[in-house]
C-alpha cells in the first residue's frame, strides 16, 4: 500500500464523524452537469461517513484575491499551472503533504503546494476532411492567409495565456514576428474557449487552439474521428490542472483527505472522459479506448510556474504588439 493511501485512510477516519460540507472552489465548467465534478463528488463522498462536498463556482483566483484570510474556502480546484504562482503568492495555501513521486505527466512535478490532477498538451484541432494540416508550428505561421483561425484571449482564457507562452517558448526573441504571421489567418480571438471550440464545430473556422485530447470527444460521444489535433516537431506546451488546500481551514483533516484522494484510480479514472483531458496518475492501459487513436508529440515544453508568472506580461505584450501591426 502507497504511503499517501494509508495517510488518506487514517485522515478518513479521523474526519468521518464531520457533518459540515468541505467548500471546494471550483471553475464553473468543474461543478457543471457536464464536468467531473458531480462524479468527483459522488465518490469522494462514498470513500468516507457523513462526509460532504459543496462546490462553490466562479472565477477561482480572483475570488480568492478578494477574500483573503475572509475566504469560506476549505479546498481550491482548478487552478492551472500558469496561474500557480500568482495563486501561491495570496499566502493563502498550506503544503499539499501528498505523495506526487509516480505521476504519468510527461513534466517533471516538484510543486509541494499544488496537487496536480488533470493535464494536456495545447494545439491546434482541425477537420481532417476539409484541410491538410501544416507541419510544424512555422508551417502554420508562414501557412496561406486564407486559413481561418480562431484562438482564445491570453488575458482573459488560461488556454490564449497557454498559447502565449507556447509562441514565446517556441519562438523566443522572434514571438512577435510569429503572432504577426498568424493574425492575418486569426478570424476571432474569443474571451473562452467554448467561443471558439463552438466557431470551429459548426465550420466557421479550420483550426481552433484546443487539445491534443479535444477529438477524443468526438472520437467516443460521436463516434467522429474526423477532428484531429496538428502535431508540431518543435514540441507542444503543457498545461496541468490543480488543487491546493486552504492553511486557514477548519476542517484539515477532510481537506487533506480530498487531497490525498485526487490521485487515487477513483478520481483519476473520471477525468479522462469527465475533463477530456489526461489524468495526473493513471496507467495509460487504464485509459478509454477512444484515447488510445490521438496522436501525442513527442516533446511536452512548459515554463515553471514562478517562470510562467514572470512571462506573463511580456507574452502578452508580444500578442498584442504580433497582432497590432
Known amino acids: 500500500m502507497r504511503p499517501a493511501t494509508i495517510a488518506m485512510g487514517l485522515t478518513l477516519m479521523t474526519t468521518a464523524a464531520t457533518a459540515e460540507p468541505l467548500t471546494i ?10 464536468g467531473p465534478g458531480p462524479a468527483i463528488k459522488e465518490a469522494f463522498e462514498a470513500s468516507c461517513d457523513d462526509c460532504e462536498i459543496e462546490y462553490v463556482t466562479g472565477d477561482v483566483l480572483p475570488r480568492l484575491r478578494l477574500e483573503g484570510e475572509r475566504t469560506q474556502a476549505d479546498v481550491v480546484i482548478g487552478l492551472n499551472t500558469d496561474d500557480a504562482e500568482a495563486a501561491r503568492q495570496t499566502g493563502l495555501f498550506a503544503p499539499s503533504n501528498v505523495d506526487t513521486s509516480d505521476l504519468t505527466m510527461p513534466v517533471e512535478w516538484t510543486d509541494e503546494t499544488f496537487v496536480p490532477f488533470n493535464w494536456g498538451h495545447t494545439a491546434f ?35 490564449g495565456l497557454a498559447l502565449a ?53 468526438h472520437i467516443i460521444a460521436e463516434g467522429d474521428d474526423t ?85 506573463r506580461d511580456t507574452v502578452v505584450a508580444e500578442f498584442e504588439a504580433g497582432l497590432g501591426r
Open 165 to 217: 507562452l507556447w509562441i514565446h517558448r517556441v519562438f523566443g526573441e522572434e514571438a512577435e514576428s510569429a503572432w504577426e504571421g498568424l493574425a492575418p489567418k486569426i478570424v476571432t480571438v474569443t474571451k473562452g474557449w467554448s467561443e471558439s471550440y463552438g466557431m470551429f464545430t459548426e465550420g466557421e473556422v479550420d483550426m481552433v487552439l484546443s487539445y491534443t485530447t479535444s477529438p477524443a470527444y
Open 227 to 311: 477532428k484531429k489535433a496538428a502535431i508540431f516537431p518543435e514540441g507542444h506546451y503543457v498545461m496541468v490542472e490543480t488543487a491546493g488546500q486552504i492553511a486557514g481551514t477548519d476542517q484539515p483533516g477532510l481537506a487533506q483527505a480530498f487531497l490525498d484522494f485526487i490521485l487515487t484510480e477513483d478520481f483519476q479514472s473520471i477525468i479522462p472522459e469527465g475533463n477530456w483531458s489526461l489524468p495526473a496518475r493513471l496507467d495509460p492501459s487504464k485509459l478509454p479506448e477512444g484515447f488510445a487513436a490521438l496522436e501525442m508529440p513527442e516533446t511536452a515544453l512548459i515554463y515553471p510556474s514562478e517562470e510562467a508568472e514572470a512571462l
Open 25 to 34: 472552489y471550483a471553475p464553473d465548467y468543474f461543478a457543471s452537469e457536464w
Open 125 to 159: 484541432v482541425y477537420e481532417a476532411t476539409k484541410i491538410e494540416p501544416p507541419a510544424s508550428f512555422q508551417a502554420l505561421v508562414d501557412a496561406p492567409d486564407d486559413l481561418r483561425i480562431a484562438i482564445q484571449d491570453p488575458r482573459t482564457s488560461v488556454s
